[in-house]
């Protein structure tokens, strides 16, 4: 990516990095391929980190969060500070959420890293057919998560992905994939509402999970209420999903028996 594609870029933000000028930004770089989004991180943490070593030069240091707000302004403010690192003083700036412009290619490349690398050698009988390997779950989160929650979630995936009742549920999606972002956020400020997109024509939900229900599975002898917290939690994101797509009714939990490919 040349500088003039990255300020470009930037302009997306119209002066202030926050969670929805950040989110246009997301759904911008979404579109490009791989190296391009990297390249875009490299840029943005080269200009930060040029931002820092001047202020600390010139006495006034910033904060990455400052230096990231500097970034997103604009390319003239940018250099403008560049120059006089003094300057920044002079305006008021808002910095609170301008961590998350630091984050957005973060996130773009992650989701790209799950994507398929290649189209299958042959295609599906039917348009509407699903196959197995439909559905991935994973975890992010700031506390440590009780491993017996995390085996009941991986578990209750593993036989969601395996049943022909659920892939025929899916088929209605028109999407080959679902990925499912379980978010356990101790910090309140990183919590949001359930979030559901499509990237290509594959679907993307993160949704926050509660997590005092989950910190207290920490304790002895709660593999059994582990499991009642993870069928909870998986079908709270089903019925979002479902309400988002404006699929029907999700089909019945599996039981606890292991999963078996049908």
């Known amino acids: 990516m040349k500088e003039l594609r990255f300020w470009a870029a930037i302009d997306e933000l119209e002066g202030c990095a926050d969670e929805a000028t950040v989110h246009e930004l ?26 820092r070593r001047r202020a600390d030069e010139a006495g006034a240091p910033l904060t990455e969060a400052e230096a990231s707000a500097v970034v997103a302004a604009d390319r003239s403010i940018y250099l403008r500070i560049l120059d006089n690192p003094a300057a920044y003083r002079t305006r008021a ?15 773009v490349l992650d989701f790209a890293e799950r994507l398929p690398d290649s189209e299958p050698d042959s295609e599906p009988d039917s348009a509407t057919e699903v196959r197995p390997g439909w559905l991935t779950v994973r975890f992010d989160s700031d506390i440590t998560i009780p491993p017996v929650y995390e085996r009941a979630v991986e578990h209750l995936a593993e036989s969601i992905d395996a049943s022909a009742t659920w892939r025929g549920w899916w088929a209605a999606a028109d999407s080959p994939c679902l990925f499912v972002t379980l978010k356990v956020m101790h910090a309140s400020e ?18 926050d999970v509660a997590p005092q229900r989950i910190r207290r599975l920490r304790l002895p ?16 994101c089903f019925e979002s999903v479902a309400e988002q797509l404006g699929l029907g009714p999700i089909p019945a939990l599996p039981s606890d028996e292991q999963p078996t490919a049908t």
């Open 93 to 107: 700036w808002d910095v609170e959420e301008a961590h998350l412009l630091l984050e957005a290619a973060r996130d």
């Open 190 to 207: 990183h919590r949001e509402p359930p979030r559901l997109r499509r990237v290509h024509d594959l679907v993307e939900l993160g949704i």
């Open 26 to 51: 997301r759904e911008l770089l979404l579109g490009e391929e791989k190296t391009e989004v990297a390249a875009f991180q490299e840029l943005l943490k080269g200009y930060v980190c040029d931002v």
């Open 221 to 236: 002898g709660r593999a059994a209420r582990a499991t009642d917290v993870a069928r909870d939690d998986v079908r709270t």
